[in-house]
């Protein structure tokens, strides 16, 4: 004796009637022959809910597509552009000697710099100290964190949309698997035809599909594209750390260079002034006039009458 098909021996082990068994096992067996038509068959067997959730779950899968490749395309733009500036920056002199226009269409690179250089301007030229340097250094220091800050948002953009596509994929279809078995078994009865069982079905297979097809890309997209956001996150911290290296360096320069160029001045300020003329003698004094000598008659006392 040969055993069962599969549909049939399924249908056994389910404690119902045996009209309710034939009709499982009807319903499998349709649902496995129709597996060739394709998902349109599948799409116009559910009910409203079902194209409805069904239809959402397909807006999601277009949407996650589209962010993983404009994201993709953007994290590789800003990298080259990185790069190419950082290459520029190489050949500069000066940092603090840059100007930069205060737009938005500055690579992150370029917009470190740009933060750092407004800084200095509001100390450019009054350093002649290390307390100076220190004072700058905060205020530029300060004004890269602010710019870090700003451009990790930048970089950020668009992976909360993947992040919640790849946790809520999942959910929809288990809405649209848990609506489907809900069908199905409200419309299980002994009279329940196979037309009346199809749609519930039909729902729960097409939304699960399509609730895993919305993952399962969106979970390696996101997954790939979170690493490459912690690379470049990581490249740049250690470019705003150099960055602030050498414009400390480039103060102590210019406190060095302000010291001499006092010094010089003064030297030459110095050697400008006019010679102190020679000490004025004093006038000759006239010798005082002698005493008068008394005559040689005077009377014994005269001289203390005078």
């Known amino acids: 004796m040969t055993a069962a098909p599969f549909p049939f021996r ?35 067997q559910m009910d409203a809910p079902g ?16 962010a993983m490749f404009q994201k993709w395309g953007d994290v590789q733009e800003i990298r080259r552009r990185n790069h190419a500036f950082e290459a520029r920056l190489r050949n500069e002199t000066a940092v603090t000697a840059l100007n930069f226009p205060r737009s938005a269409g500055l690579a992150p690179y370029e917009f470190l710099v740009a933060e750092a250089t407004t800084a200095y301007q509001r100390h450019k030229g009054k350093m002649t100290s290390r307390q100076d340097i220190a004072l700058c250094m905060g205020h530029v220091e ?17 992976m909360v949309l993947l992040s919640s596509l790849v946790s809520g994929g999942p959910f929809l279809g288990l809405l649209g698997t848990v609506w489907g078995i809900m069908i199905t078994f409200g419309a299980l009865t002994e009279k329940a035809t196979i037309s009346m069982l199809a749609p ?25 594209l979170l690493t490459q956001v912690k690379i470049m996150t990581t490249e740049l911290e250690n470019y ?9 360096l480039e103060l102590e320069a210019e406190v060095r260079q ?27 004094v006239a010798p ?19």
Request: proline share 7%; with cysteine; glycine share 6%.
């Open 10 to 44: 399924l249908a056994l082990t389910v404690p119902y009637s045996l009209e309710t068994q034939v009709m499982f096992s009807h319903l499998l067996t349709l649902q496995l022959a129709a597996s060739d038509r394709g998902a349109a068959w599948f799409y116009e």
């Open 51 to 66: 194209r409805a959730i069904a239809a959402v779950l397909l807006i999601c899968s277009f949407i996650g597509w589209g």
């Open 142 to 158: 300060n004004a890269i964190q602010r710019g870090i800050a700003r451009t990790l948002v930048r970089y950020e953009e668009k």
């Open 200 to 224: 519930g079905v039909s729902g729960a297979l097409v939304t699960t599909t399509l609730g895993l097809l919305v993952a399962i890309p969106a979970t390696f997209g996101y997954n790939y």
């Open 240 to 248: 705003a750390s150099s960055l602030a290296d050498r414009v400390e």
């Open 258 to 284: 302000n010291l001499e160029s006092r010094a010089t001045q003064a030297a030459v300020v110095a050697q400008a002034a006019p010679t102190p003329s020679a000490a004025i003698r004093p006038a000759p």
């Open 288 to 306: 005082a006039a002698p005493a008068p000598q008394p005559p040689d008659d005077a009377i014994p006392g005269w001289e203390e009458a005078r």
